[in-house]
């Protein structure tokens, strides 16, 4: 198991920081930086947490970095359907339900998805029932199995993904995610980006209408649990008029 100085040199790396650097974003002296990489000077709980902060440690691994240094984990991991977390699983709901008429879903940090709204259910009909426990949203999306065959604009849509998925590991490792990516996102990255002029949309040929979607993402601000600190909401909008009416249109 590595020591903590060990896992703060590897995100100090990962975040192209030098000790001077760190020790000044954490007013620290550089000395005392060096030592805890060194393994010289054990730091206290506060200390790991100072320096995890300033390299923008995710929570879930600043939970490792203090198991390393002899201390309790700080950040919890409650079930999104726990009593706990009710408040914060009604607002979840909320958000989705009045994202209506359009989709919206809410998903963790592998990308399964944990909520959906009514508006999603349609799309899901013909998708192979394998793909839908656990629902995965890049699978979801890239499998001939799933949404793959109704995408229009399908090399964009793996483009976006694979954008996303790259700074997500570059932001913290992720051995899940990383399989992912190898699954289904390397095979043909050539590092390219998607140009636009606005956002790119995702179109998707259904029910005999071209319909073409964009999206935001919203996350909780600074949780403190892990679950909410992986939860991710993703609403979808229509970027035309056509798109608009098709969700908009009266239903039985």
């Given at each position: 198991m590595a020591t903590v100085g060990e896992l703060l040199r590897q995100w100090r790396h990962r975040r192209q920081l030098s000790?001077?650097?760190?020790?000044?974003?954490?007013?620290?002296?550089?000395?005392h930086v060096s030592l805890v990489e060194t393994g010289k000077s054990q730091p206290s709980a506060d200390m790991v947490l100072r320096l995890a902060e300033q390299l923008?440690?995710?929570?879930?691994e600043r939970n490792a970095l203090l198991l390393a240094a002899g201390f309790a984990p700080r950040y919890a991991e409650t079930p999104l359907d726990s009593t706990a977390l009710s408040m914060a699983r009604a607002a979840v709901d909320r958000v989705l339900r009045a994202h209506e008429p359009y989709p919206a879903i809410a998903f963790d940090r592998h990308w399964d998805i944990v909520l959906t709204n009514r508006a999603v259910e349609p799309f899901l009909v013909g998708v192979a029932p394998e793909l839908l426990q656990p629902m995965n949203l890049i699978r979801l999306g890239l499998d001939p199995?799933?949404?793959a065959p109704?995408?229009?604009?399908?090399?964009d849509v793996r483009n976006v993904f694979r954008s996303r998925v790259r700074r997500q590991l570059a932001a913290a490792p992720n051995?899940?995610?990383t399989a992912l990516y190898a699954e289904l996102l390397a095979d043909g990255d050539t590092g390219e980006t998607v140009e636009a002029e606005v956002v790119i949309p995702m179109v998707i040929r259904f029910e005999g209408v071209e319909?073409?979607?964009?999206?935001?993402i919203t996350t909780f601000g600074t949780p403190l649990d892990l679950t909410l600190n992986d939860l991710a909401v993703e609403a979808y909008y229509p970027a035309d008029a056509e798109t608009a009416a098709y969700?908009?249109?009266?239903?039985?």
């Open positions: 000790q001077l650097d760190l020790a000044i974003a954490a007013d620290v002296s550089p000395r923008d440690v995710p929570l879930r199995r799933g949404l109704l995408v229009a604009n399908l090399g051995p899940r995610l319909l073409q979607l964009f999206s935001t969700f908009e249109r009266p239903t039985a």
